[in-house]
């Protein structure tokens, strides 16, 4: 019973939800295909901040989704100290390079292969954060986004008048199941207008649910750069103790 009560409660709040987004945007009640756009762009909102949350987005200024990269494993220092016979500010150095350079190499092969990110930066009072600029705006900023989607079907509603649309919903509801049959025969010329929103409805549409994708495939990508960070510092003492066997043969200070 309990459980029927709260999902009664959730598609309660949705539909208010979906009602607050339909009049924020100014979408034309008066359309069947009104609920669907808000409920996509529900959806949107709610995914897009869902992603700023999850990454940080701006945390500390940056303009852009920061990760922590604060170190997570740590080399046995007097092991290598002692193998190689180096000074303990030595080490240090070695070690600091080593995640420079990771880093840097790291962070420019994601800049190179991403769809959704530009440049990249390090915060944080001890640079513990690392931080990816969104490409197209910022993030936080995607109502006017929303806004162009819907700038054509607002403008084409917006032009109907209350009269017109009352007598087409009584002709569709008159013809029935004819309705579709008679529109593909351009049977009634008197409703062109509202046919030409019902297909820029279609394509808006079309459109929120191709933004409601680039979401998903730009919270992928965030993922994967989590994953590659996490798996970077699981691997990073035997990384490191290759890199500077290498380094040290190369520079003969052994």
């Known amino acids: 019973m309990k459980q029927n009560y709260n999902q009664i409660l959730k598609f309660e709040r949705f539909l208010r939800e979906s009602k607050q987004s339909i009049e924020e945007y100014h979408i034309d009640q008066r359309f069947p295909w009104a609920e669907e756009i808000g409920n996509l762009i529900d959806k949107i909102e709610e995914k897009a901040k869902g992603i700023e949350e999850e990454f940080n987005y701006n945390r500390h200024d940056s303009n852009g989704f920061e990760f922590d990269i604060k170190a997570r494993n740590w080399p046995d220092s007097e092991k290598i100290i002692k193998l190689y016979g180096i000074s303990e500010e030595a080490f240090y150095d070695y070690w600091q390079s080593f995640l ?29 954060w690392l931080s990816f600029t969104y490409k197209d705006y910022d993030f936080t900023e995607y109502s006017p986004a929303i806004v162009d989607i819907l700038s054509d079907l607002n403008y084409q509603t917006d032009n109907l008048t209350d009269e017109e649309v009352e007598e087409w919903k009584q002709f569709k509801e008159t013809a029935n199941a004819g309705f579709s049959i008679l529109k593909r025969l351009n049977a009634f010329n008197q409703f062109e207008e509202i046919h030409e929103a019902e297909r820029i409805a279609n394509y808006t549409k079309e459109n929120l649910q191709s933004f ?30 290759e890199w500077i066997k290498y380094e040290i043969e190369e520079s003969g200070d052994a």
């Open 212 to 241: 409601l994708k680039k979401l998903d495939d730009l919270k992928n990508e965030l993922l994967g750069i989590q994953e590659r960070i996490k798996k970077f510092w699981e691997n990073s003492v035997s990384d490191f103790d």
């Open 100 to 128: 420079d350079e990771n880093l840097g190499m790291s962070a420019d092969d994601i800049i190179e292969n991403t769809k959704f990110l530009e440049g990249w930066g390090v915060y944080g009072r001890s640079g513990g």
